[in-house]
């Protein structure tokens, strides 16, 4: 058994393909194959096996992938002690964000004063919620969000760190008749034209949320993932849009103006996700505790 097969199983075990673990570590998938057969020579039992044309992890397979994880992290934290921290603060530090959040935070953690963080390369991944957690195999840290009421993040794979639950509001023209009101219910709503999000992210969930409460389908006219972009369209067409109350408004229009939806508790929580052995190292978490304080000003300001 060698750390780099381990390190391949427990990509396997992320990542859920063998195409993902090869290009996550710039590898062929043939190469990713011949590890994994070397490693399973040692073991008596199944480690792995075929899933119509992908190939997953057995029970046994699962554990062994778990135990990787914590070899990882046992090696992390032995390496911070022997490596000088001004070697480690040379290496960046990956962080990757979807696009609202690092549309707001990318740009101040660059402002931090010189010398008091390590070199940041920044990624933006707005990906499917189940996606985030295998961002941590090509991240170090991966700024993720999730809507309440859907399963926790993978605790057993990735650490995780709570960083604000970010309310979802109705967006609207501040000349729109229902933009005098401070709240608005779904019933208030639902007959609206809308701009919202493709289906499988937040705005298209609460809108889908919306609709069962009122007892009526909305009017989509625009599918558009991008804040901004909605944003806009709100601003020109008369559309409400659904967006997020922190992260959007600094690019929103002054004529725009955002409203709480009554008696539905909407909102994302964002979180950062990491891997445990990342944790072991001290420019890491100097970078995690920026991430925090940026976010924090982003909600209170």
Partial sequence: MELHQLKILRELADLGSVNAVAKALYVSPSAVSQHLAQLQRGFGEPLTRKDGRRLVLTAEGKILAAAAGAVASTLAQASAKIQSQDQDRKTPVKISGFHSIGQTIFAPLLAFPEGQLPPLHFSDEDVSQQDFPGLTSIYDLVLAHRMPHTAPWPENHVAVIPLAFEPLDIALHRDHPLAKLEQLSPAQVIGERWVVSRSGYSPADVLETIAALAGSAPQIEHRVNDYATAGALVEASGCLGILPRYTARR???????????????????????????????????????????TVQRLVIS
């Fill in 251 to 293: 690019s929103l229009d002054e004529s725009v103006t955002l409203r709480p939806i009554k008696g539905l508790n909407s909102g994302r929580q964002i979180d950062l996700l990491v891997r445990a052995e990342h944790l072991h190292r001290a420019p890491v978490v100097e970078v995690i505790e920026a991430i925090r304080s």
